[in-house]
């Protein structure tokens, strides 16, 4: 008995998390990419492993997410995190004001906290700014974003999963009924045309998603916002520094191998294709990011960048926004068969996205296949480039 199929758009975080479960749960897996593996969103993100501390107050369901797959993530891809920690520091009265409510925030989430004094807060981190007032510990942490990638397809493609990159979706394949049933795609190393078919197609595309899933006449709330981030020559810090207070521009510093980086702005564009780093942009980073770390200011830029959130929003914009995730069944949505969508969420919550959309599929298509990713531990990033695909 042959395999259900199903085909993958998107080769970012959800897709190669969403292949990993599918090809678990024995599908026949096939992703297409248009570039290399996390080479959009994901391959730009910060790295920040979200305690949720950061929407405890706001956006406590994304707050849970966080908390709980950061746990998950430790377990079965530590290779890929540093557990190193994080940090919420008070500078000014606006920052001390918030401590009530970040305080039962996270113990509603069940976020671990320690409260420190400013000395305590020093002794930890030296280069932290000498006027912090007050600090909190969360479990955050840092990971490598191509690595953490890697990983789940390396792990898909052991199962038999295939990754086609450099393969660009040109079409949804409609057939007389008006549902989806396969991607007509150009295989950019070979400059060929062709047409895949499959039992049902995921669209996990980031901040794309609206842009493929209108290919069928279907409709996703999607607000795509892109943010620039710094990074920094120095390693100044070993945890990730917030600021204790709202989400903001520039309000994170963390670690990244010998470097920094500060992060982010958010701001909204018409062409996905292209966001410039604006310059003011940068310039906010720096300044905000100094507050936190005043260090940064005698410290060289080694580049700026920026990544696009796909947030979920109706009327909602930017900040205002929540951070979880929604999968999207479009049968159910628009009346069209045979296509899924899944966009929103962080990097950290990518295992649970998958999840979710690994469940949509096999109730979709009579399968009776539970998840299993949550105990199994990931391969190696450097075994995806050690298989024959």
Same mark, same amino acid.
């Given at each position: 008995?042959?395999?259900?199929?199903?085909?993958?758009?998107?080769?970012?975080?959800?897709? $190669?998390?969403?292949?990993?479960?599918?090809? !678990?749960?024995?599908?026949?897996?096939?992703?297409?990419?248009?570039?290399?593996?996390?080479?959009?969103?994901?391959?730009?993100?910060?790295?920040?492993?979200?305690?949720?501390?950061?929407?405890?107050?706001?956006?406590?369901?994304?707050?849970?997410?966080?908390?709980?797959?950061?746990?998950?993530?430790?377990?079965?891809?530590?290779?890929?995190?540093?557990? *190193?920690?994080?940090?919420?520091? +008070?500078?000014?009265?606006?920052?001390?004001?918030? +401590?009530?409510?970040?305080?039962?925030?996270? *113990?509603?989430?069940?976020?671990?906290?320690?409260?420190?004094?400013?000395?305590?807060?020093?002794?930890?981190?030296?280069? !932290?700014?000498?006027?912090?007032?007050?600090?909190?510990?969360?479990?955050?942490?840092?990971?490598?974003?191509?690595?953490?990638?890697?990983?789940?397809?390396?792990?898909?493609? /052991?199962?038999?999963?295939?990754?086609?990159?450099?393969?660009?979706?040109?079409?949804?394949?409609?057939?007389?009924?008006? *549902?989806?049933?396969?991607? =007509?795609?150009?295989?950019?190393?070979?400059?060929?045309?062709?047409?895949?078919?499959?039992?049902?197609?995921?669209?996990?595309?980031?901040?794309?998603?609206?842009?493929? +899933?209108?290919?069928?006449?279907?409709?996703?709330?999607?607000?795509?916002?892109?943010?620039?981030?710094?990074?920094?020559?120095?390693?100044?810090?070993?945890?990730?520094?917030?600021?204790?207070? =709202?989400?903001?521009?520039?309000?994170?510093?963390?670690?990244?191998?010998?470097?920094?980086?500060?992060?982010?702005?958010?701001?909204?564009?018409?062409?996905?294709?292209?966001?410039?780093?604006?310059?003011?942009?940068?310039?906010?980073?720096?300044?905000?990011?100094?507050? !936190?770390?005043?260090?940064?200011?005698?410290?060289?830029?080694?580049?700026?960048?920026?990544?696009?959130?796909?947030?979920?929003?109706?009327?909602?914009?930017?900040?205002?926004?929540?951070?979880?995730?929604?999968?999207?069944?479009?049968?159910?949505?628009?009346?069209?068969?045979?296509?899924?969508?899944?966009?929103?969420? /962080?990097?950290?919550?990518?295992?649970?996205?998958?999840?979710?959309?690994?469940? $949509?599929?096999?109730? /979709?298509?009579?399968?009776?296949? $539970?998840?299993?990713?949550?105990? $199994?531990?990931?391969?190696?990033?450097?075994?995806?480039?050690?298989?024959?695909?």
């Amino acid at each position: 008995m042959s395999k259900p199929k199903v085909i993958i758009i998107g080769a970012g975080f959800t897709g $190669v998390a969403t292949a990993h479960d599918l090809a !678990l749960r024995g599908f026949d897996v096939v992703v297409v990419e248009r570039g290399e593996i996390a080479s959009g969103t994901s391959g730009r993100t910060h790295g920040v492993l979200h305690s949720g501390g950061r929407y405890a107050v706001s956006d406590q369901e994304s707050a849970v997410e966080c908390i709980d797959e950061n746990m998950i993530l430790r377990k079965i891809v530590p290779q890929v995190i540093e557990p *190193n920690g994080g940090l919420f520091i +008070a500078i000014d009265e606006s920052d001390l004001a918030y +401590a009530e409510e970040f305080i039962e925030g996270c *113990n509603a989430c069940h976020i671990p906290i320690q409260e420190l004094t400013a000395r305590q807060a020093l002794e930890m981190e030296p280069n !932290l700014n000498p006027k912090v007032l007050a600090a909190f510990t969360v479990p955050d942490g840092t990971f490598d974003p191509l690595r953490l990638a890697l990983s789940f397809a390396a792990s898909a493609r /052991k199962n038999g999963a295939r990754f086609r990159t450099y393969t660009e979706m040109e079409q949804l394949i409609i057939d007389g009924q008006g *549902n989806v049933t396969g991607v =007509k795609v150009w295989d950019r190393t070979t400059d060929t045309h062709e047409e895949i078919y499959a039992d049902l197609v995921v669209n996990a595309t980031g901040a794309w998603v609206g842009e493929i +899933a209108s290919h069928a006449g279907a409709h996703v709330p999607i607000k795509p916002t892109p943010g620039v981030m710094v990074a920094f020559d120095q390693r100044l810090v070993q945890r990730v520094i917030n600021r204790l207070n =709202k989400p903001g521009d520039g309000d994170i510093v963390l670690p990244q191998r010998r470097m920094m980086v500060v992060g982010t702005t958010s701001f909204e564009v018409t062409d996905l294709d292209y966001v410039p780093v604006v310059e003011d942009q940068v310039k906010i980073m720096l300044e905000r990011g100094e507050e !936190l770390v005043p260090g940064i200011r005698k410290t060289n830029v080694r580049g700026a960048y920026m990544a696009t959130r796909p947030l979920i929003g109706g009327g909602s914009t930017g900040r205002s926004i929540a951070r979880t995730f929604k999968c999207f069944d479009h049968k159910e949505t628009d009346n069209i068969d045979g296509l899924v969508t899944i966009t929103g969420g /962080k990097a950290t919550t990518l295992r649970a996205m998958a999840e979710k959309t690994a469940d $949509v599929v096999c109730q /979709k298509m009579g399968v009776q296949a $539970v998840c299993t990713t949550k105990e $199994v531990p990931l391969l190696s990033y450097r075994d995806y480039y050690l298989q024959n695909n």
